[in-house]
């Protein structure tokens, strides 16, 4: 800011000038404004460089399924977030589906997204359920040096009979395409957070996938919001196949395919 003053004195006639003072934009406030918004755009790019490297670079994939995802970064006026999701498989031709979110829009959400995603993908490969998954992943979070919490959906699959286990952390269900069509969202009990303290522990849910069936597993970028209307908007979108959000922010879709005859 930089201000002019105009200082007031009597005349030889008895007359008192004002003094004025008026703020007007100098070159400073200029330069400081253009530095900010060159701040924000390399934290963004770190940010989504980061949350990028950090996500697996390809899914795995088994005769008797597929496993697609499709990862589509907000908006730059929205940042960037800690969207993750994975595929781990596991012995004894089983697979573990992950897709959470860790709340806020900075490099920190990023970071803790990394954290997790590594933790998730440990216990799993312990052979814990899904359930035992997000409990000791929430413990984890409680533990970090941070006050993000975060969402997860956890699916641990028997790929010879599509027998699945769910479990969830505050996130929205898993839908289901039918072989007949038909779009179905999981009967799962959302429970918390990870990183909220619950006397009650997380759920899991069981069913089975018939050849033919998909699975969708997503994140809330997906729709504008968690009302029942954002939910029939996945559902219709799921049915009709498509994966465009019109540029509503971030998504991350992951599908489980099963194939018919396996």
């Known amino acids: 800011m930089r201000l ?30 253009v530095a900010a ?61 992950v897709v959470g979110d860790v709340e806020g829009h900075s490099v920190e959400s990023s970071a803790v997204m990394g954290q997790l995603r590594s933790a998730v993908l440990a216990y799993a490969r312990e ?8 409990t000791r992943t929430s413990h984890l979070l409680a533990e970090l040096d941070t006050e993000l919490l975060a969402t997860c959906c956890c699916v641990r699959m028997d790929v010879a009979d599509g027998a699945a286990e769910v479990a969830l952390a505050g996130h929205p269900a898993p839908l289901v395409r039918r072989p007949d069509g038909r779009v179905d969202a ?48 996945v559902r219709t979108l799921l049915a009709a196949g498509s994966r465009d959000n019109d540029g509503r922010g971030k998504t991350v879709w992951l599908e489980l395919s099963t194939r018919d005859g396996a």
């Not at 007359?15 to 200029?30: F, K």
């Not at 918390?192 to 303290?197: F, I, K, N, R």
């Not at 919001?225 to 029939?232: D, I, K, L």
């Open 37 to 97: 918004d060159a701040l924000s755009e390399r934290e963004h790019a770190l940010a989504e460089s980061l949350q990028r490297g950090l996500l697996p670079r390809i899914l795995c994939d088994l005769p008797e399924m597929i496993t697609t995802a499709r990862y589509l970064p907000a908006c730059p006026t929205a940042g960037v977030g800690g969207d993750w999701y994975d595929g781990i498989m596991l012995p004894d031709a089983r697979i573990c589906l």
């Open 186 to 233: 999981l009967d799962v009990p959302a429970d918390v957070p990870l990183g909220v303290h619950s006397a009650t522990p997380f759920r899991a849910y069981e069913t089975t996938l018939a050849p033919g069936s998909l699975l969708l597993l997503y994140t809330d970028g997906l729709t504008p919001g968690q009302s029942s209307e954002a939910v029939a908007g």
């Open 127 to 134: 052979n814990h359920g899904p359930a035992a998954i997000l």
């Open 4 to 33: 002019s003053i105009v200082s007031g004195r009597k005349d030889r006639f008895g007359y008192c000038w004002a003094m004025v003072l008026r703020a007007q934009p100098g070159r400073g406030e200029d330069e400081r404004r």
